[in-house]
């Protein structure tokens, strides 16, 4: 079991920055992939990142590479995403999720989920 706390969105104007956090819960941290998702209202739910356990790999959407950066530490249980040059299409509740199995892309690979985290741009 993996529990799942957001924590860091908020208010930004565009080209700001902000760095979310997912704390989680639970001995299994180290062997989950952890990713990053966002949902904008009346839209699907979005992957934007993930990083493998051991951080070697990490894999981008398009919407977001070379802007945001996912990162973990293991030590503290705890998952990343820096986000660079926010623009407002980037206006959307985050969520942080865990899995152990592939192929990590979609929601529907992640079985632990956190509540969210707002993050607002303005233009």
Not at 73 to 101: F, H, R
Request: glycine share 8%; net charge positive.
């Amino acid at each position: 079991q993996v529990q799942l706390v957001e924590s860091g969105g908020g208010s930004v104007q565009a080209g700001g920055s902000l760095r979310l956090s997912c704390a989680a819960s639970g001995r299994d941290f180290s062997t989950h992939v952890m990713a990053w998702f966002r949902q904008a209202p009346g839209k699907e739910r979005e992957f934007l990142a993930f990083i493998n356990i051991n951080s070697i790999n990490t894999n981008y959407a398009d919407s977001v590479k070379g802007r945001f950066t996912i990162s973990r530490d293991n030590a503290k249980n705890t998952v990343y995403l820096q986000m660079n040059s926010l623009k407002p299409e980037d206006t959307a509740v985050y969520y942080c999720a865990a899995t152990q199995i592939g192929p990590f892309l979609r929601p529907s690979d992640y079985n632990y989920w956190g509540q969210g985290t707002q993050v607002t741009v303005s233009s």
